[in-house]
């Protein structure tokens, strides 16, 4: 499985971004995708996931409201659509891809990763 993330870049408090990944390796309308962040100095987190249909989706209380994650199975993309961002959600974001098609708890992360993008929020 490869993931490739990009999107990223300097965006004012209040601005509007969106990260996009593309994946190939296996048939994506197979599997959960969800988008993970690390901000400096701190953990891996779990940001949003997407079941393998796009109807059923998951968000990090941090962000509920304000990001939105989607996808398009017929261009093995998922996107994460940044609305209102603030300081703290500066990170580098990482698409991920699960082994199963139904949401599940991602404390622990998804099997697959690839190299992330970096998203720097200006005050």
């Known amino acids: 499985v490869q993931l490739q993330a990009s999107g990223g870049g300097l965006v004012q408090a209040g601005g509007s971004l969106r990260l996009s990944c593309v994946a190939s390796g296996r048939i994506f309308s197979s599997y959960v995708m969800g988008w993970f962040r690390q901000a400096p100095g701190k953990e891996r987190e779990f940001v949003a996931a997407i079941s393998w249909g796009g109807r059923n989706t998951n968000y990090a209380d941090s962000v509920k409201g304000r990001f939105t994650i989607s996808r398009d199975n017929s261009k093995n993309m998922m996107y994460l659509q940044m609305n209102s961002p603030r300081p703290e959600d500066t990170a580098v974001y990482y698409c991920?891809?699960?082994?199963?098609?139904?949401?599940?708890?991602?404390?622990?992360?998804?099997?697959?990763w690839g190299k992330g993008t970096l998203v720097t929020v200006s005050s």
């Open positions: 991920a891809q699960d082994n199963g098609g139904s949401l599940r708890s991602y404390n622990s992360g998804m099997p697959y």
